[in-house]
């Protein structure tokens, strides 16, 4: 029993190399390639949650630690921070609800927790310890943005064009201090949904089978998350017309709706996701239909509106009733 003990040790540290060594090339590429990161971010904390519901939490510490100090080695101390808070509040929160077999909705509520809680310590390790305030973090993302407007224009953009976008986000980055709730929130619900689903696509494929305790068609918020929306949208209704006292409204009623919205656009994409699986559409369908939800939430809203409308009209019931004799939903 205890030779299997230590082979069963020596196996999961030997997983947790080889996760340490995938934690290091992607969090490089994060680090180094352009355009890369927001497609690399999300698989970052697989290799150590894989680790953790594996192997549990001494071979995912192991992941977490021997890749943040050879990322420092490799890339400065400032970089090699974000990557150890990313891996302790994603990987950590991922794994563990992995281990325990939660749902989609509690795995969501603890990794969008984790996610949110690496971005604040990451903004104060920023501000209090490289030194980095408002100002010039402002000062940043304006030359980087003159510096992409120019490059575009050099690709063939008109000067005209190029120039409005770049104005547009010289105007969103003097808001980001007051939306900066709002975005972080907003950004830590959707990274956690991506590494959910990455999970959930990823892990039954390896050698070990994991499989997630994920029903996506099965999410369903509170109904005091309806209520925050209607919140926002009357704080931006106070807030009209009401001259400069009305900023405050404005900006809050604007972070709660970025919340909110992005919680109903999940639970629209659950709606969508019952749909489908009820009337048995082929995945060539699924993928047209999944495309348009998500298309519809960039263009309009939409999909988080189906989502908030689904508090009060239970969608997903009512094609139970019109399908009685549909099977389980995935």
């Not at 990451?122 to 402002?138: D, K, M, N």
């Not at 547009?168 to 959910?196: D, N, Q």
């Amino acid at each position: 029993m205890q030779l299997g003990q230590a082979s069963s040790g020596r196996s999961s540290y030997l997983v947790a190399g080889k996760a340490v060594a995938a934690t290091v090339i992607m969090g490089v590429g994060v680090g180094v390639l352009p355009l890369v990161p927001p497609l690399l971010v999300p698989l970052l904390p697989l290799p150590a949650a894989y680790v953790l519901a594996l192997g549990g939490w001494k071979p995912a510490a192991v992941v977490v630690l021997g890749s943040s100090l050879l990322i420092y080695l490799g890339a400065g101390p400032a970089f090699a921070v974000f990557v150890c808070l990313l891996l302790a509040g994603l990987s950590l929160t991922l794994g563990y609800s992995l281990r325990r077999g939660w749902d989609f909705a509690r795995s969501l509520g603890a990794v969008s927790g984790g996610a949110c809680g690496a971005l604040v310590l990451w903004g104060l390790f920023v501000w209090q310890v490289l030194g980095v305030g408002a100002s010039e973090l402002r000062e940043s993302l304006t030359a980087s943005i003159d510096a992409v407007a120019t490059r575009y224009a050099d690709l063939g953009m008109s000067q005209a064009t190029a120039e409005a976008v770049a104005e547009r986000m010289r105007e969103l980055v003097g808001l980001a201090g007051y939306l900066a709730p709002g975005v972080v929130g907003m950004g830590s619900i959707l990274l956690a949904a991506c590494c959910l689903g990455l999970v959930y696509v990823m892990f039954p494929r390896t050698r070990a089978r994991l499989k997630a305790a994920y029903r996506l068609s099965e999410f369903r918020l509170h109904w005091v998350v309806a209520y925050v929306t209607i919140i926002g949208l009357a704080l931006l209704l106070l807030a009209a017309g009401k001259g400069s006292w009305g900023n405050l409204p404005t900006y809050v009623g604007v972070d709660l709706l970025l919340v909110s919205q992005t919680l109903f656009f999940l639970q629209g994409l659950a709606v969508t996701h019952a749909l489908a699986t009820r009337r048995g559409l082929r995945r060539a369908s699924r993928v047209a239909l999944y495309a348009t939800a998500l298309i519809a939430q960039l263009l309009t809203q939409l999909t988080g509106l189906f989502g908030l409308l689904d508090t009060w009209f239970d969608y997903r019931r009512r094609f139970a009733l019109r399908s009685p004799g549909a099977g389980q939903v995935g």
